[in-house]
């Protein structure tokens, strides 16, 4: 006699899915912000800064989107794609959440091309951090570690 026919279905949904992992006791909590309108790309950095142990980010597919997360939510790393979608777009972000009472301390952008002064400026560690994509993965560990 043949086994039975069994059909199991497994329905995941990882569109809304959190690390609920509890911070270390006197652990303080690191939060970050991904802004960039590609979704592979949001998981892929948020893939990269959980190695980090930056477990808690917020996502935003547009810079008003982003803008609007800093200003309710305190943030220790962001990392924005600098071609955002929107009338302020990732440049005019980038501008906003390094000047002002927003302030997030640690920015990284990610852009397609790099200019020569892009490069020049990243080796003498000028903030924010531009990385050229596609990112290096142990690259972006490592400054994410740094947080």
Request: hydrophobic fraction near 40%; glycine fraction near 6%; aromatic fraction near 2%.
């Given at each position: 006699m043949p086994p039975p026919d069994i059909a199991v279905e497994l329905d995941f949904d990882f569109e809304d899915a959190q690390d609920t992992r509890p911070p270390e006791p006197g652990e303080p909590v690191k939060r970050a912000l991904i802004a960039n309108a590609d979704r592979a790309e949001r998981l892929y950095i948020r893939a990269r800064m959980s190695l980090a142990d930056l477990t808690q980010a917020d996502e935003a597919e547009t810079a008003a989107d982003a803008l609007e997360l800093a200003r309710n939510n305190r943030y220790e790393v962001a990392v924005i794609d600098y071609g955002l979608p929107g009338a302020k777009g990732g440049y005019e972000l980038v501008r906003q959440l390094t000047r002002t009472e927003?302030?997030?301390?640690?920015?990284?952008?990610?852009?397609?091309?790099?200019?020569?002064?892009?490069?020049?400026?990243?080796?003498?560690?000028?903030?924010?951090?531009?990385?050229?994509?596609?990112?290096?993965?142990?690259?972006?560990?490592?400054?994410?570690?740094?947080?």
């Open positions: 927003q302030r997030i301390p640690h920015v990284i952008v990610t852009k397609d091309k790099l200019s020569t002064a892009e490069k020049v400026g990243g080796l003498f560690g000028r903030e924010p951090v531009v990385l050229e994509k596609p990112v290096h993965p142990l690259k972006l560990t490592a400054l994410l570690s740094r947080v």
